[in-house]
């Protein structure tokens, strides 16, 4: 089980060992091995054929919608201010000129543009940082591991353990960032040429970019299977139960959940799964708290790559000395008080008071380098500070620990005086049983 998924040490013991519960897992299991030939065939007769899911690779990709608004190139009005879209995209379908974004019919829609783009102005429902995330969490929370392909890779539907997409490149840095941090259990699934003979020539290096960087990041290794035969599509066990208990469930025997202490491990696998987005929406709070007001008119924007780097180095401050931050400083002496800094920002995280002052809010800051590569006198430049700085304080985990420290320090003072009441009675007790043996 991947680490940061257990929960509580006995409904860990509790799921770990076989018990009633398992027994009427198994016989499920042999039954529906027993009868599921018979009832595919009859399924296949009665089901309408349009509603019936067939593998199509089409299935998996999605064109891009672009936001020119938030566009590095689009914002300063130089088409060449930042291209890593149009240099990563297999078949140069990106037209960034006349301050707009245009996608040309030829786009693969492999969403490598995706993940290449600091400010997030391409995205894709399916691949969009968030949801990748919580796609392969909840296939390595269910099962015992989990796969991230592309659809070249499988050709066939996925089980509920595969993650297919478009392209694995597809996946940014941060993303793998967080998934290594809390999940070894998370393998890609590669076979030997699949790359070599794929049209998205670019693919191949941005996934290699993306997942090296994440390891070196978290100083961990990702899995890589080739062989189809290897994988392993076995169900994480207390995943196994939570099904099984909602099937009975379904069928009015809530009943059971109710007497049998069992189940809660089982139930516990759902709040495992709710965990990950309370973490990201609580560091999102977080950090507007912390940080300055922004300047009238102007919201920042924390990206979703963002959240999800800032959420996995609140869970390990640790992580913080491999990081090296850069964020924009202001050479005041230089700075004529344009404004354009300010107005380029894709996230609106740099500040320019009406007294000269520069101000950037590092936690938003994506270091994309649109403001230095507006500022037409060269005042700014990057410079690197320590990311032990992005830890954002969370006052309700905060406020929690020193609850539980005060519940904590009060049990062991009732015991420390539930003791010393105890001793005072036995020595009292044996002062009596003293007194009596004089007499005698």
């Not at 198994?26 to 019936?52: G, H, M, R, T, Y």
């Not at 390891?215 to 899995?223: D, I, N, P, V």
């Not at 990950?276 to 007001?293: D, F, H, K, M, V």
Request: glycine share 6%.
């Amino acid at each position: 089980m991947p680490p940061g998924s257990g929960g509580v040490e006995g409904e860990r013991d509790m799921a770990e060992k076989r018990d009633l519960l398992d027994d009427f897992i198994d016989i499920k299991n042999d039954w529906q091995a027993l009868s599921n030939p018979v009832s595919d065939v009859a399924n296949a007769l009665a089901a309408n054929p349009e509603e019936v899911k067939t593998w199509n690779p089409a299935d998996y990709k999605e064109r891009p919608r672009a936001n020119a608004n938030s566009c590095v190139s689009c914002k300063s009005g130089n088409e060449n201010a930042c291209t890593l879209c149009r240099d990563v995209c297999p078949v140069k379908a990106i037209d960034l000129s006349e301050g707009g974004i245009e996608i040309a019919d030829t786009c693969r829609k492999c969403g490598l543009c995706s993940a290449a783009c600091p400010p997030e102005s391409f995205t894709a429902f399916q691949i969009t940082p968030r949801k990748l995330y919580d796609r392969i969490v909840r296939a390595a929370t269910a099962f015992e591991h989990a796969y991230v392909t592309c659809t070249r890779s499988l050709g066939r539907m996925p089980e509920g353990n595969e993650v297919v997409l478009p392209c694995v490149g597809s996946v940014p840095t941060e993303v793998w960032y967080a998934i290594l941090a809390d999940y070894p259990n998370v393998s890609v699934y590669l076979p030997l040429g699949i790359c070599d003979r794929c049209r998205n020539t670019t693919g191949e290096d941005a996934l290699a970019e993306h997942i090296g960087a994440a390891e070196e990041l978290s100083a961990k290794g990702m899995g890589v299977e080739v062989d189809e035969r290897a994988l392993d599509h076995t169900k994480n066990h207390d995943f196994e139960r939570k099904e099984f208990i909602n099937s009975l469930g379904k069928q009015g025997m809530n009943a059971l959940g109710a007497v049998n202490p069992a189940v809660a491990a089982a139930r516990s696998i759902t709040k495992k799964l709710d965990e990950n987005t309370r973490r990201i929406n609580a560091i999102t709070r977080s950090l507007e708290g912390a940080a300055a007001p922004a300047p009238a008119r102007m919201h920042r924007i924390l990206t979703q790559r963002r959240q999800l780097l800032l959420t996995t180095l609140q869970r390990h401050p640790k992580y913080a000395v491999r990081l090296h931050p850069q964020r924009p400083v202001c050479d005041s002496e230089k700075c004529t008080m344009c404004g354009e800094c300010v107005n380029v920002c894709p996230v609106h995280a740099c500040e320019l008071s009406e007294n000269g002052i520069f101000k950037v809010e590092a936690g938003y800051c994506n270091e994309c380098g649109a403001c230095l590569k507006a500022c037409g006198e060269h005042a700014l430049t990057f410079e690197a500070y320590d990311a032990a700085e992005l830890v954002v304080p969370d006052k309700e985990e905060i406020e929690r620990k020193k609850r539980q420290a005060e519940q904590k320090a009060e049990v062991e003072k009732l015991k420390k005086q539930g003791m010393e009441q105890l001793k005072r009675g036995l020595d009292f007790l044996d002062s009596l049983n003293l007194g009596g043996d004089d007499e005698d």
